[in-house]
């Protein structure tokens, strides 16, 4: 194993019995940090006593399993073996409970452990309730957490509440993107170039900043094609999917339904087409509208099969399924992922020239070129949502294209 400068200085740390009750690794993505830190705390827990019980977590057992139980398994070999099924695992010869802090029943279980252990990876994407609850359980005498995490708000409860203590026995170690001398530099390039403004503050460069500003910074002119550019560019790489997103209106906002289309190889993101409407006349009037725009977008680019909606209105979304079942649309309860990762994913595709929208459409592209981070609240990441700027195209455009993300980011 050959680590870099950053990652020899925190094994010295664990060589020389510098480490707390509690050790964070925090920094921006690919820095290097989850890889460092599994490793120190296998070499710890193969020193620490046998019969104790230890507890690797996840803000989901899904997550876990991609970003530290499957990396740690082909580094260690048969030295770590684990069943998913049994939520347990044998790490140097010692039990390891695995655990999503996400699910609901974690809490309860964790409850009743006393452990030696912990290794909780993405700390920020856990519940602070979660997280007390697992500090009450290292009870042991000598027993540590390890912990990785990427920056947020600097109001967020492991920054205020634990990184800026004093008077907590924690160690944090801070690491960058170029720590990491792994990476191709090409890779490191274009990933500093996917990154902006606030995200690049924290993703890239590993600071607690809160979010001002607009919230699409680089969308631009060039992310606005005509017709004929778009034909062009479909001919030379065909659309392989579309869907509808659906956000219904309610008082003041509007009701509003985007169509996206990715090309293949899941490249490049599009806006083909799109209904806005604040008038709200009629439940009845709003299927209609939805079948007649559904039966367009399929005519205009036919990969489109399913539609995905708000879920807060399911009579509404039944009627949808009623309309457009006969036109082999699916219709189903959008995901609805953190508004944080929503914003980022599409970040990322206007800075790496992935995302273009039709220049018909100009909901949309008002709605994105004027969306502003509220700055009443610098405590909170929050899009501004007060009426004066279009949300609704947002919520609908990101309905659509949200549940591609493993794809588009070929993860
Ligand atoms: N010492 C090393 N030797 C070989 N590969 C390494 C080493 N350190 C890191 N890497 C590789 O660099 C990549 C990024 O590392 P890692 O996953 O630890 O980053 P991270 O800081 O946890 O990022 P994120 O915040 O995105 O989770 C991984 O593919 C990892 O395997
Ligand atoms: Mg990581």
Not at 139 to 158: C, I, M, R, Y
Not at 376 to 401: C, M, P, Q, W
């Amino acid at each position: 194993m050959t680590f870099s400068p950053k990652q020899r200085q925190a094994m010295l740390l664990l060589k020389n019995g510098k480490l707390r009750r509690l050790n964070i690794f925090e920094g921006s993505v690919r820095s290097g940090k989850t890889y460092i830190s599994m490793i120190m705390w296998a070499f710890w827990l193969a020193k620490s006593p046998p019969d104790s019980a230890y507890l690797m977590c996840g803000k989901t057992l899904t997550t876990l399993k991609r970003n530290v139980l499957e990396p740690l398994k082909s580094l260690l070999g048969n030295c770590f073996q684990y069943s998913e099924y049994k939520k347990e695992g044998l790490l140097f010869g010692r039990r390891v409970y695995l655990e999503g802090a996400s699910n609901s029943e974690a809490e309860s279980k964790i409850r009743g452990m006393t452990l030696m252990g912990a290794y909780c990876d993405e700390l920020t994407l856990f519940g602070e309730d979660f997280f007390v609850m697992l500090l009450s359980r290292l009870s042991e005498q000598g027993a540590k957490l390890f912990a990785t995490t990427n920056p947020d708000n600097p109001s967020h409860w492991v920054k205020r509440n634990y990184l800026d203590d004093k008077s907590l026995d924690l160690l944090s170690m801070k690491f960058t993107l170029d720590d990491n001398d792994f990476l191709p530099a090409e890779y490191v390039g274009s990933l500093k170039k996917e990154f902006h403004g606030v995200f690049y503050d924290r993703y890239i460069l590993g600071k607690w900043v809160a979010a001002e500003g607009r919230v699409y910074e680089s969308f631009s002119a060039a992310n606005i094609v005509t017709r004929a550019e778009l034909k062009e560019r479909l001919e030379k790489n065909r659309l392989m999917t579309a869907a509808v997103g659906v956000d219904y209106g309610g008082n003041g906002s509007a009701s509003a339904f985007v169509l996206v289309g990715i090309d293949a190889g899941f490249r490049n993101l599009y806006v083909l087409s799109e209904y806005y409407d604040k008038r709200n006349r009629s439940a009845e009037n709003l299927i209609n509208n939805f079948e007649l725009f559904v039966t367009q977008c399929k005519s205009d680019f036919s990969p489109l099969q399913a539609a995905y909606c708000d879920s807060a209105e399911q009579l509404l979304i039944k009627s949808f399924r009623q309309a457009v079942g006969k036109y082999g649309v699916e219709v189903k309860n959008a995901l609805k992922k953190p508004i944080n990762t929503r914003i980022n994913m599409l970040n990322r595709l206007i800075a790496a020239k992935r995302f273009f929208v039709l220049n018909e459409c100009v909901h949309v592209i008002d709605a994105l070129q004027n969306a502003v981070w509220d700055e009443r609240d610098l405590h909170k990441d929050v899009r501004l949502d007060n009426g004066t700027s279009n949300i609704d195209s947002l919520d609908a455009l990101e309905y659509a294209f949200e549940r591609y993300e493993n794809r588009l980011f070929g993860f």
